[in-house]
């Protein structure tokens, strides 16, 4: 093969690289031949070394990396402040996201303290504050109320003869259910982080993960709806409960309990300005403001000193208990009924945190281990699960204030964990009276970002009509499925996109642009010409069985050559031989044998595109039927075991009088036929029926499959391809593949993908190389000129 090619104008001073050629000049290995083997893989894993142990010891323990060279002069003074503004950002949020896991608030301060100190030891991530969630605290209290009903605890009052609700005994339940549900999740979080399955987060998106913490949001809202009007509306579970839930609160409004309504609306109007001022000031600020507190101890002191809960009967709080509870085993009968939902809580807070771990790694310059991130949550959860805690995550808001404040590591998570620990053990009775509606309030507030998600939708209709879906059936399904469906329901519908962008995706025929290697799309890029006689086929997608099908027929359409159907014809042309040649052999026996006697030869003519020609006893009486390809059969005297010879010619005169006796040797048109010999006759149809008929024409050459895109092949796709090759050799159209990844290349030689007719010889390193190939096979030793706008002094000179 030369060395040096004419490209247009430009010379080309290489050598033209298939892929054998290619492995015989780079050595290409396998990865069976980079990989050790497994006895030496399994030898390495058990050897143990001082440094192997000691990186055991640290992706382990991610704290002994850094807190050793822990600098206090540095680091402490920032982490110490952005410590204690998210500390008291925890006592409010703790306490009120309670009230959505539907657990007493100081289960919420618990959830504060316990999984913050376990994260401290094994997190990667140095600003993400873990705690209470709103969209957790949600999906807990889902688990609570469907577990622990109130119908379940209704108690008769000997005074009035009526059923009240046993609060004492319901909350200690839920306390139960919630402490399982998180034990659970946290072994989940926990095994899939040692199989190395950190990756799981990557399928829930970013449309999906805010619209289901939009959708979330909703549910928190009317979850609250009860603490804002200070009715007890019934609680429903299942699909559609939400709904069921708004319309028996829409009910009850006509009870609303008025002291209530007003403690909220005044804290709803006092704590949104007040958050508004916040915001406009925080840039003369040092540090933001704790709205939330403030409002909270104002609330707290107003009550007590105004009776509320004696004279107005508003909800308070009620008792908090000082000090710790010790830890217990949670009740492992329930984690049967629990399991589906603590699946959802390990998945969903999982991708919260990686999701914010990631951005304040991305932004300060550091890498957060997506495995070791997942082992820490679920540590977290696991312990705290033993010390009656509920599932936690990362939280933005409070993730937000610890590293605007300053933060640096998660020393700030210790100073946030000492502020809880002070409220517990001396504070928590300062709280007692402060209204239930007060904290709901707070949630209201809090949830305002996720309320302004919704705009996203006139963001998607403009971006991607795809992700639009995605996020419009995973609001619908999580509102009205509940938490735990409607994020199975989402992943499903997201995963069905995928599939469906890959097995409809775009087919194109590529054109060269003039002066370049370039082969692009010749319906999207004007500039880009077709090779006469080359056809390049390239998919925006990897081949595989559910686009297979669909491959091949969209290659039938690009190139215009419909290969099915002509193989059909053929076929079927040799059906209808196979079935003349015995019809007539029938009949010259019969013939020879009525005219054995007068030893008179008699001519019998058939079409190949009519069924037969009927003779008569002169030429005249010929009826022609179409001017196809004639046949004509002697009835010669001959032995009864001597075979019989056919002789045919293509169509020529079209009154069939000037037919003769044509041998091989006088016309190349002319084959002599044994009437025994089917592979001969099969031969002889391809040639005739096809290209001599007129059928079809085409006047590609080559096809050059471009698979480029692919990333792996399975063997439908392998037997697909090999199709190809197979039905288009039958026309004289040979095909090539280009620009195949060598892990394809090494999944072709697996799937035994190479023959004696397909061999590597077949197989490109790029389209370029390819055409060049085809062009010389077929005699054409450049490639056509054509006019082009582009400036040739950009483009690449080979």
């Given at each position: 093969?030369?060395?040096?090619?004419?490209y247009?104008?430009?010379?080309?001073?290489?050598?033209?690289?298939?892929?054998?050629?290619?492995?015989?000049?780079t050595?290409?290995?396998?990865?069976?031949?980079?990989?050790?083997?497994?006895?030496?893989?399994?030898?390495d894993?058990?050897?143990?070394?001082?440094?192997?142990?000691?990186?055991?010891?640290?992706?382990?323990?991610?704290?002994?990396?850094?807190?050793?060279?822990?600098?206090v002069?540095?680091?402490?003074?920032?982490?110490?402040i952005?410590?204690?503004?998210?500390?008291?950002?925890?006592?409010?949020?703790?306490?009120?996201?309670?009230?959505?896991?539907?657990?007493?608030?100081?289960?919420?301060?618990?959830?504060?303290?316990y999984p913050?100190?376990?994260?401290f030891?094994?997190?990667?991530?140095r600003?993400?504050?873990?705690?209470?969630?709103?969209?957790?605290?949600?999906?807990?209290?889902s688990?609570t109320?469907r577990?622990?009903?109130?119908?379940?605890f209704?108690?008769?009052?000997?005074?009035?003869?009526?059923?009240?609700v046993d609060?004492?005994?319901?909350?200690?339940?839920?306390?139960?259910?919630?402490?399982?549900?998180?034990?659970?999740?946290?072994?989940?979080?926990?095994?899939?982080?040692?199989?190395k399955f950190?990756?799981?987060?990557?399928?829930?998106?970013?449309?999906?993960?805010?619209?289901?913490?939009?959708?979330?949001?909703?549910?928190?809202?009317?979850?609250?709806?009860?603490?804002?009007?200070?009715?007890?509306?019934t609680?429903?579970?299942?699909?559609?409960?939400?709904?069921?839930?708004?319309?028996?609160?829409?009910?009850?409004?006509?009870?609303?309990h008025?002291?209530?309504?007003v403690?909220s609306?005044?804290?709803?109007?006092?704590?949104?300005?007040?958050?508004?001022?916040?915001?406009?000031?925080?840039?003369?600020?040092?540090?933001?403001?704790?709205?939330?507190?403030?409002?909270i101890?104002?609330?707290?002191?107003?009550?007590?000193?105004?009776?509320?809960?004696l004279?107005?009967?508003?909800?308070?709080?009620?008792?908090?208990?000082?000090?710790?509870?010790?830890?217990?085993?949670?009740?492992?009968?329930?984690?049967?009924?629990?399991?589906?939902?603590?699946?959802?809580?390990?998945?969903?807070?999982?991708?919260?945190?990686?999701?914010?771990?990631?951005t304040?790694?991305l932004?300060?310059?550091?890498?957060?281990?997506?495995n070791?991130?997942?082992?820490a949550l679920?540590?977290?959860?696991?312990?705290?699960?033993?010390?009656?805690?509920?599932?936690?995550?990362?939280?933005?808001?409070?993730?937000?204030?610890q590293?605007?404040?300053?933060?640096?590591?998660?020393?700030?998570?210790?100073?946030?964990s000492?502020?809880v620990?002070?409220?517990?053990?001396?504070?928590g009775s300062?709280?007692?009276?402060l209204?239930?509606?007060?904290?709901?309030?707070?949630?209201?507030?809090?949830?305002?970002?996720?309320?302004?998600?919704?705009?996203?939708?006139?963001?998607?209709?403009?971006?991607?009509?795809?992700?639009?879906?995605?996020?419009?059936?995973?609001?619908?399904s999580?509102?009205?499925?509940?938490?735990?469906?409607?994020?199975?329901v989402?992943?499903?519908?997201?995963?069905l996109?995928?599939?469906?962008?890959?097995?409809?995706?775009?087919?194109?025929?590529?054109g060269?642009?003039?002066?370049?290697?370039?082969?692009?799309?010749?319906?999207?890029h004007?500039?880009?010409?077709?090779?006469?006689?080359?056809?390049?086929?390239?998919?925006?997608?990897?081949?595989y069985f559910?686009?297979?099908?669909?491959?091949?027929?969209?290659?039938?359409?690009?190139?215009?050559?419909?290969?099915?159907?002509?193989?059909?014809?053929?076929?079927?042309?040799?059906?209808?031989q196979?079935?003349?040649?015995?019809?007539?052999?029938r009949?010259?026996?019969?013939q020879?044998?009525?005219?054995?006697?007068?030893?008179?030869?008699?001519?019998?003519?058939?079409?190949?595109?009519?069924?037969?020609?009927?003779?008569?006893?002169?030429?005249?009486?010929?009826?022609?039927?179409?001017?196809?390809?004639?046949?004509?059969?002697?009835?010669?005297?001959r032995?009864?075991?001597?075979?019989?010879?056919?002789?045919y010619?293509?169509?020529?005169?079209?009154?069939?009088?000037?037919?003769?006796?044509?041998?091989e040797?006088q016309?190349?048109?002319?084959?002599?036929?044994?009437?025994s010999?089917?592979?001969?006759l099969?031969?002889?149809l391809e040639?005739?029926?096809l290209?001599?008929l007129?059928?079809?024409?085409?006047?590609?050459h080559?096809?050059i499959?471009d698979?480029?895109?692919?990333?792996?092949?399975?063997?439908?796709?392998?037997?697909?391809?090999?199709?190809?090759?197979?039905?288009?050799?039958?026309?004289?159209?040979?095909?090539?593949?280009?620009?195949?990844?060598?892990?394809v290349?090494?999944?072709?030689?697996l799937?035994?993908?190479f023959?004696?007719t397909?061999?590597?010889?077949?197989?490109?390193?790029?389209?370029?190389?390819?055409?060049?190939?085809?062009?010389?096979?077929?005699?054409?030793?450049?490639?056509?000129?054509?006019?082009?706008?582009?400036?040739?002094?950009?483009?690449?000179?080979?």
């Open positions: 093969m030369d060395s040096e090619r004419r247009g104008k430009y010379k080309v001073e290489r050598e033209v690289l298939d892929e054998q050629r290619l492995e015989e000049i050595q290409r290995k396998t990865l069976s031949d980079t990989r050790p083997p497994l006895t030496e893989r399994l030898k894993s058990l050897r143990c070394s001082v440094p192997k142990l000691k990186r055991s010891v640290l992706s382990i323990l991610p704290v002994l990396s850094w807190l050793p060279k822990y600098s002069w540095d680091s402490g003074m920032p982490d110490l952005s410590g204690i503004s998210v500390g008291i950002m925890h006592l409010p949020q703790g306490m009120a996201y309670s009230l959505l896991a539907s657990l007493p608030p100081v289960f919420g301060l618990y959830s504060s303290l913050t100190l376990i994260y030891f094994f997190g990667t991530s600003h993400i504050s873990i705690g209470t969630f709103t969209m957790i605290s949600i999906m807990v209290g688990v109320e577990l622990a009903p109130d119908e379940n209704f108690k008769m009052n000997g005074t009035n003869f009526t059923a009240d609060i004492t005994a319901r909350d200690s339940y839920r306390v139960q259910v919630a402490a399982a549900t998180t034990v659970i999740a946290g072994l989940i979080q926990v095994l899939l982080g040692l199989v950190g990756f799981v987060a990557t399928y829930l998106s970013e449309p999906l993960v805010r619209a289901y913490t939009t959708a979330a949001a909703g549910h928190a809202v009317v979850a609250q709806l009860k603490y804002v009007f200070g009715v007890s509306p609680r429903f579970h299942g699909p559609l409960s939400l709904v069921y839930t708004l319309k028996d609160v829409c009910s009850l409004l006509p009870k609303t008025l002291p209530t309504l403690v609306v005044v804290s709803m109007v006092c704590l949104i300005a007040a958050k508004e001022l916040n915001s406009f000031l925080s840039a003369k600020l040092p540090v933001p403001v704790p709205m939330e507190l403030i409002t101890a104002a609330a707290t002191l107003i009550s007590h000193y105004s009776h509320l809960s004279n107005y009967t508003v909800s308070v709080v009620g008792e908090i208990p000082s000090g710790l509870s010790p830890p217990s085993v949670p009740d492992f009968s329930i984690f049967s009924e629990v399991m589906g939902d603590a699946l959802a809580l390990a998945i969903v807070g999982y991708a919260i945190s990686i999701s914010l771990g990631k304040f790694a932004k300060h310059g550091y890498k957060v281990d997506s070791q991130e997942l082992v679920g540590l977290s959860n696991t312990v705290g699960g033993f010390f009656q805690c509920y599932s936690v995550c990362a939280s933005m808001s409070r993730s937000l204030i590293e605007t404040t300053g933060g640096k590591t998660q020393m700030a998570g210790i100073a946030s000492l502020i620990l002070v409220t517990i053990l001396k504070l300062l709280f007692q009276e209204p239930k509606a007060v904290l709901a309030v707070i949630v209201f507030v809090n949830l305002k970002g996720m309320f302004k998600q919704h705009s996203d939708i006139v963001t998607l209709w403009r971006r991607s009509k795809v992700d639009l879906m995605v996020w419009l059936v995973t609001w619908v999580t509102l009205l499925l509940n938490m735990d469906v409607g994020l199975a989402s992943l499903i519908f997201t995963m996109t995928v599939i469906f962008r890959t097995q409809m995706p775009t087919y194109s025929v590529l060269n642009v003039a002066g370049t290697e370039l082969y692009l799309d010749i319906e999207t004007g500039e880009a010409r077709e090779i006469p006689g080359v056809t390049i086929f390239r998919s925006s997608a990897t081949v559910a686009n297979a099908a669909l491959y091949l027929e969209a290659l039938k359409e690009k190139s215009g050559i419909d290969i099915s159907d002509m193989l059909i014809y053929k076929k079927r042309q040799e059906a209808k196979r079935r003349r040649e015995r019809r007539a052999a009949r010259a026996k019969r020879a044998d009525r005219e054995e006697d007068k030893q008179v030869p008699t001519i019998e003519v058939f079409s190949v595109e009519a069924e037969w020609l009927e003779t008569g006893d002169t030429d005249d009486n010929w009826t022609k039927k179409e001017n196809g390809t004639v046949f004509v059969v002697p009835a010669s005297p032995l009864p075991d001597s075979p019989n010879r056919w002789e010619l293509k169509s020529g005169d079209p009154d069939r009088r000037s037919l003769s006796w044509m041998s040797l016309d190349g048109d002319t084959t002599t036929l044994g009437s010999s089917e592979d001969t099969s031969r002889d040639r005739v029926s290209g001599s007129g059928k079809w024409t085409w006047d590609i080559s096809i499959l698979l480029s895109t692919a990333n792996f092949i399975d063997t439908v796709a392998i037997k697909a391809i090999t199709n190809i090759f197979q039905d288009f050799s039958e026309i004289d159209v040979d095909i090539y593949v280009a620009g195949c990844q060598a892990c290349v090494e999944q072709l030689e799937g035994d993908f023959s004696d397909i061999t590597k010889r077949h197989l490109f390193t790029s389209v370029h190389d390819a055409v060049l190939f085809c062009l010389e096979q077929h005699g054409t030793s450049s490639f056509p000129k054509h006019e082009s706008s582009v400036d040739m002094h950009s483009s690449t000179k080979l």
